[in-house]
């Protein structure tokens, strides 16, 4: 195994350089990708013992974004997430754990519209480097699945074929830069 020991350290995710993305299934049959620009969160690593890891996020529900100003209004809606109600989703883990070299598996709990249950993310570590401006910075990439019924997203319309307009199941990426927590002094 790495020693990650000199990554121990509390992190702010940058915004900027970080996506938030989902994918579900459109009309049975293709693929609608989307995003939450508006984030922000923290990480903390312990190196050692990567178990006493910890993260927080905080998502602006009225930033997503699919490239379809309708689509992206009608999700906003209280149909889907309510933004005007709930206007941040929020995850904060409950439990970490290493699973071989680079890859962890993060457990929280996720709240969506007023609901928190529990969701696990499988991430990949993607390395550490010092940016051009002396910046240290850490980088990962996520994965999950969930239904979206498990969170009272359950809008949808029945297509004349059969199925629906929507999949209940969502795909969650998340690809994470970020930087470590200087002191200050």
């Known amino acids: 195994m790495a020693d990650l020991t000199a990554l121990t350290g509390d992190y702010t995710v940058d ?11 459109h009309a049975m ?7 939450f620009p508006e984030h922000e969160g923290t990480l903390h690593l312990d190196g ?5 890891s910890t993260a927080s996020l905080d998502v602006t ?9 309708d689509r992206d209004a009608h999700l906003r809606s209280a149909d889907f997430f ?6 941040r989703m929020t995850f904060r883990s409950t439990a970490a754990e290493q699973v071989d070299e680079e890859n962890y598996r993060i457990t929280g709990d996720l709240t969506i519209k007023g609901v928190t249950r529990p969701i696990t993310i499988d991430l990949e ?8 401006f002396g910046n240290e910075r850490v980088g990962f990439e996520g994965r999950a699945e969930l239904l979206r019924s498990d969170w009272g997203l359950t809008w949808n319309a029945a297509l004349e074929t059969g199925g ?13 830069s970020a930087i470590k927590n200087t002191a200050q002094g």
Not at 15 to 25: C, E, K, L, N
Not at 48 to 52: E, H, V
Not at 125 to 132: E, K, R, V
Not at 165 to 172: G, Q, T
């Open 15 to 25: 915004p900027a350089h970080s996506s938030i993305g989902f994918t579900v299934r």
């Open 29 to 35: 049959v293709t693929n609608v990708r989307g995003s």
């Open 48 to 52: 050692a013992d990567p178990s006493r």
């Open 61 to 69: 529900i009225a930033s997503v974004d699919t490239g379809k100003a």
């Open 82 to 87: 309510d933004a005007e109600t709930h206007p």
């Open 125 to 132: 570590f993607n390395g550490s480097a010092t940016d051009a």
């Open 164 to 176: 629906v307009m929507v999949s209940d199941k969502a795909k969650l990426t998340f690809d994470i």
